[in-house]
């Protein structure tokens, strides 16, 4: 089967199984990533632990973070990326396929909650530095482990949303509603509603919110520089 991936859903199509150019312009593409970024970010996080533990800066702890984040999606999101481009199927088993379908969302939520994370640390620190020299060792660990334990909730869904699903001669890692397309069915209207939701929620949690929040945070930030 030739096969069709992004993040929230995989489509089946019953053709015979086989790579097209353009698979192996993305296997290299995201090699060159995964082989150039892994190397960087790990000497920059090393870097900047040691800096750390010379010199407790809270922004400094919100960039390893960051970094620790960016890592993650260099060491897990990408290699199962080229796997799938590799097998164009899924081998892994029905519990790796929910775990990593779990890890390719979460990935990208943490990451966006600790761009977050630091954009409100620097608005606070612009508008109250006293306060945040003051209540910062306490705060700012605080509010790095919400953004993480967010991250782990608000991704939890994909748990129970993708499935390891034979599809005639092969077998891929789907969500519940392809499975049920591809098997011939037809949604209903939850289904159907369902579906929806799970795309939209995914959006506001990883793009959306944190957007919003970015924005809001850095017109003030210039705000408060302007009068200054």
């Known amino acids: 089967?030739?096969?069709?991936?992004?993040?929230?859903?995989?489509?089946?199509?019953e053709e015979i199984l086989g790579h097209v150019p353009s698979d192996y312009?993305?296997?290299?593409?995201?090699?060159?990533?995964a082989l150039i970024g892994l190397?960087?970010?790990?000497?920059?996080?090393i870097y900047m632990v040691k800096r750390y533990r010379h010199a407790k800066s809270f922004l400094l702890l919100l960039h390893i973070n960051l970094n620790i984040s960016d890592i993650l999606v260099l060491g897990l999101y990408v290699?199962?990326?080229?796997?799938?481009?590799?097998?164009?199927?899924?081998?892994?088993?029905?519990?790796?396929?929910?775990?990593?379908?779990?890890?390719?969302?979460?990935?990208?939520?943490?990451?966006?909650n600790i761009m977050v994370c630091i954009a409100l640390y620097r608005l606070s620190a612009l508008r109250y530095p006293l306060w945040?020299?003051?209540?910062?060792?306490?705060?700012?660990p605080?509010?790095?482990?919400?953004?993480?334990?967010?991250?782990?909730i608000t991704m939890l869904p994909q748990m129970f949303v993708w499935n390891e699903?034979?599809?005639?001669?092969?077998?891929?890692?789907?969500t519940v509603?392809?499975?049920?397309i591809n098997t011939g069915n037809t949604l209903s209207e939850e289904e159907l509603r369902n579906m929806k939701l799970y795309s939209i929620q995914n959006a506001i949690i990883i793009f959306y919110i944190p957007l919003m929040i970015l924005v809001a945070c850095y017109v003030l930030i210039l705000k408060v520089s302007g009068r200054k």
């Open 79 to 112: 290699p199962g990326l080229i796997g799938w481009l590799v097998t164009l199927e899924w081998r892994g088993g029905e519990y790796l396929c929910k775990f990593m379908r779990f890890v390719d969302a979460f990935v990208f939520a943490i990451s966006s």
């Open 1 to 13: 089967s030739m096969v069709l991936h992004n993040s929230s859903q995989t489509l089946v199509a």
């Open 132 to 140: 945040v020299n003051a209540v910062g060792h306490s705060r700012v």
């Open 25 to 33: 312009a993305q296997m290299l593409l995201y090699g060159i990533f």
């Open 177 to 180: 509603w392809t499975e049920i």
């Open 142 to 152: 605080r509010m790095l482990i919400i953004a993480w334990s967010l991250a782990v």
């Open 39 to 45: 190397p960087v970010n790990i000497s920059t996080l």
């Open 165 to 174: 699903v034979k599809f005639s001669h092969i077998t891929q890692c789907v």
